[in-house]
C-alpha cells in the first residue's frame, strides 16, 4: 500500500503537490492540521525522518489514527495525535511543549470518511440523520434548519453556499417543518431538489450548496479557517512551509488574501485613499508565496477522483530572518 494511500483507498487529493510544497525534511517538525484518514501523514513521515503532529476535531478520526500507529511501525513513534480543531493550535501544541513548526498542511472541508459514513450525515445521497457535526458537540444541522428564521435561513445559504435561489429555499423548508421537524438528509434534499430544478448532465445536485452551508455553520468552517492561518504563521520557524488545499471559493478566497497579504502583495491603494499608508513608512513582509496563482489537480487526479476536481493549492514560506525585507 502506498504511504499516502489510507486503509479504505482514498487518496488524499494533490498529494504529490502538498510534498512538493511542504518539502519535510530529516529532523523538522510539522503539523496536518486535518488528519482526517492519515494520508497526508503517512506519506510525511515515510518522505522524511521528521516528527509530525496532526489534529483533528472528529473524534472517530482520532481514534482511527491510533490504530493505526502500530501499523506504522517506526514512523508510529513519530506521529503524535491530538483531538482539537486545527484553528485552537498555538493552545494545543503549547501545552505539549510545542512552539515552533516547519510546516503545516491543511486539507479544508469534510473528509471522505464523514461523506461515505451516512450516520453523521454530510451527504444528501445517502439517508442519515441531519447532523453534520465533525467533533459531534454543539447544534447539528438538524437543529439550524429547526430554529432559524426564514430570512436567517435564506441568508446563510446565500451567503455560505453561494445559492442564488436560497430565498426559493428557505421558504419551502420553513413550509416543511410547519408539518414536521426535518431530521434527516434525504428530507432535507427532497424539500431542496422539489423547488430547485435540476440541471443537465454535469452540474451539481440542487441540494450540494445548501449542504454546503450548513455544514460550515455548524462547524465554524470559515472562522476556524482564519484562526488557524493565523496560528499557522505565528508557528512557523523561518523558512518554514504553510500549505493549504480548499474545495470552494468562500475556503480559497480567505486563504489567498491571507498569503498575499502576509507576503506584502496587496495592491497598493490610491494615492487618495485616506487608508493609504506613509510611503516613508516601512513595514516587515515576513513570507513570501511560492506560487503566485494556486495549483490545480492534474488531468488523470480530477479524471480519477471526483473530490480533486474543485481542489486548489496554495503555498507560503517564512522567510529567513536575515532576508526580511521592508516595502
Same mark, same amino acid.
Given at each position: 500500500? =502506498?504511504?499516502?494511500?489510507? =486503509?479504505?483507498?482514498? +487518496?488524499?487529493?494533490?498529494?504529490?503537490?502538498?510534498?512538493?510544497?511542504?518539502?519535510?525534511?530529516?529532523?523538522?517538525?510539522?503539523?496536518?492540521?486535518?488528519?482526517?484518514?492519515?494520508?497526508?501523514?503517512?506519506?510525511?513521515?515515510?518522505?522524511?525522518?521528521?516528527?509530525?503532529?496532526?489534529?483533528?476535531?472528529?473524534? /472517530?478520526?482520532?481514534?482511527?489514527?491510533?490504530?493505526?500507529?502500530?501499523?506504522?511501525?517506526?514512523?508510529?513513534?513519530?506521529?503524535?495525535?491530538?483531538?482539537?480543531?486545527?484553528?485552537?493550535?498555538?493552545?494545543?501544541?503549547?501545552?505539549?511543549?510545542?512552539?515552533?513548526?516547519?510546516?503545516?498542511?491543511?486539507?479544508?472541508?469534510?473528509?471522505?470518511?464523514?461523506?461515505?459514513?451516512?450516520?453523521?450525515?454530510?451527504?444528501?445521497?445517502?439517508?442519515?440523520?441531519?447532523?453534520?457535526?465533525?467533533?459531534?458537540?454543539?447544534?447539528?444541522?438538524?437543529?439550524?434548519?429547526?430554529?432559524?428564521?426564514?430570512?436567517?435561513?435564506?441568508?446563510?445559504?446565500?451567503?455560505?453556499?453561494?445559492?442564488?435561489?436560497? +430565498?426559493?429555499?428557505?421558504?419551502?423548508? *420553513?413550509?416543511?417543518?410547519? /408539518? $414536521?421537524?426535518?431530521? @434527516?438528509?434525504?428530507?432535507?434534499?427532497?424539500?431542496?431538489?422539489?423547488?430547485?430544478? $435540476?440541471?443537465?448532465?454535469?452540474?451539481?445536485?440542487?441540494?450540494?450548496?445548501?449542504? /454546503?452551508?450548513? +455544514?460550515?455553520?455548524?462547524?465554524?468552517?470559515?472562522?476556524?479557517?482564519?484562526?488557524?492561518?493565523?496560528?499557522?504563521?505565528?508557528?512557523?520557524?523561518?523558512?518554514?512551509?504553510?500549505? *493549504?488545499?480548499?474545495?470552494?471559493?468562500?475556503?480559497?478566497?480567505? *486563504? &489567498?488574501?491571507?498569503?498575499?497579504?502576509?507576503?506584502?502583495?496587496?495592491?497598493?491603494?490610491? +494615492?487618495?485613499?485616506?487608508?493609504?499608508?506613509?510611503?516613508?513608512?516601512? @513595514?516587515?513582509?515576513?513570507?513570501?508565496?511560492?506560487?503566485? &496563482?494556486?495549483?490545480?489537480?492534474?488531468?488523470?487526479?480530477?479524471?480519477?477522483?471526483?473530490?480533486?476536481?474543485?481542489?486548489?493549492?496554495? $503555498?507560503? /514560506?517564512?522567510?529567513?530572518?536575515?532576508?526580511?525585507?521592508?516595502?
Amino acid at each position: 500500500m =502506498s504511504a499516502g494511500v489510507h =486503509s479504505s483507498g482514498h +487518496r488524499p487529493v494533490m498529494l504529490d503537490e502538498v510534498l512538493h510544497a511542504l518539502l519535510p525534511h530529516d529532523g523538522g517538525v510539522y503539523l496536518d492540521g486535518t488528519f482526517g484518514g492519515g494520508g497526508y501523514a503517512r506519506a510525511i513521515l515515510a518522505h522524511a525522518r521528521c516528527t509530525l503532529w496532526a489534529i483533528d476535531r472528529d473524534p /472517530q478520526a482520532v481514534a482511527r489514527g491510533n490504530a493505526m500507529l502500530h501499523a506504522l511501525d517506526e514512523a508510529g513513534a513519530r506521529l503524535h495525535l491530538i483531538e482539537g480543531g486545527f484553528g485552537d493550535m498555538l493552545a494545543l501544541l503549547a501545552a505539549r511543549g510545542v512552539h515552533r513548526l516547519d510546516g503545516v498542511v491543511l486539507d479544508l472541508g469534510v473528509s471522505s470518511f464523514q461523506l461515505d459514513r451516512a450516520e453523521r450525515g454530510f451527504s444528501f445521497r445517502r439517508d442519515g440523520p441531519l447532523d453534520m457535526r465533525m467533533s459531534g458537540r454543539g447544534r447539528s444541522a438538524a437543529d439550524l434548519v429547526a430554529d432559524l428564521g426564514e430570512r436567517e435561513l435564506a441568508d446563510l445559504i446565500y451567503e455560505f453556499g453561494e445559492e442564488r435561489r436560497s +430565498r426559493r429555499i428557505a421558504q419551502a423548508i *420553513v413550509a416543511a417543518r410547519a /408539518q $414536521a421537524r426535518i431530521e @434527516t438528509t434525504l428530507q432535507l434534499a427532497g424539500i431542496i431538489r422539489a423547488v430547485v430544478p $435540476a440541471g443537465g448532465a454535469g452540474h451539481i445536485d440542487p441540494a450540494t450548496r445548501t449542504f /454546503q452551508a450548513l +455544514r460550515i455553520e455548524v462547524n465554524d468552517e470559515l472562522g476556524e479557517l482564519r484562526r488557524g492561518l493565523h496560528a499557522s504563521a505565528t508557528l512557523l520557524a523561518p523558512l518554514g512551509r504553510l500549505v *493549504v488545499v480548499s474545495f470552494h471559493s468562500l475556503e480559497d478566497r480567505i *486563504v &489567498k488574501r491571507f498569503m498575499v497579504e502576509a507576503a506584502g502583495k496587496l495592491p497598493a491603494p490610491s +494615492r487618495h485613499d485616506p487608508r493609504r499608508i506613509d510611503e516613508n513608512r516601512s @513595514t516587515l513582509v515576513n513570507f513570501r508565496l511560492l506560487e503566485t &496563482k494556486a495549483l490545480r489537480p492534474n488531468e488523470t487526479e480530477s479524471r480519477t477522483n471526483p473530490r480533486a476536481r474543485s481542489a486548489r493549492l496554495r $503555498a507560503l /514560506q517564512r522567510l529567513p530572518e536575515s532576508t526580511m525585507t521592508s516595502k
